[in-house]
């Protein structure tokens, strides 16, 4: 076996900091990535909520719409039965 020597140990804390390093490195790039991702994910996030409301308002647009001519329809075939004179 190997004897274990400064030099060796020398060695292998440059290596063990240099893959630390190389970690960190990667660690800062990821987090730059999820901070670009954030910023697109907040104005889609807005935007599908605008979508939800206007979908909101259009279907009370539309229940409206159905109501009148619900009514409408009930008169229509109402009269058709009343008298006329």
């Known amino acids: 076996m190997a004897e274990v020597t400064s030099e060796l140990m020398y060695e292998l804390l440059k290596r063990v900091h240099a893959d630390v ?5 990667g660690q800062r790039e990821l987090r730059a990535e999820l901070n670009v991702m954030r ?3 907040v104005p889609t996030h807005q935007d599908m ?3 939800h409301t206007t979908l ?3 279907e009370a647009r539309l ?3 159905e109501n009148r001519l619900e009514l409408r329809e ?3 075939a109402q009269a ?3 008298p006329q004179p």
């Open 49 to 51: 909520l605008n979508i």
């Open 74 to 76: 009930f008169q229509e």
């Open 39 to 41: 910023g697109t994910l």
């Open 56 to 58: 909101a308002r259009h």
């Open 63 to 65: 229940d409206r719409i």
């Open 21 to 25: 390093t190389d970690t960190r490195l």
């Open 80 to 82: 058709r039965f009343e």
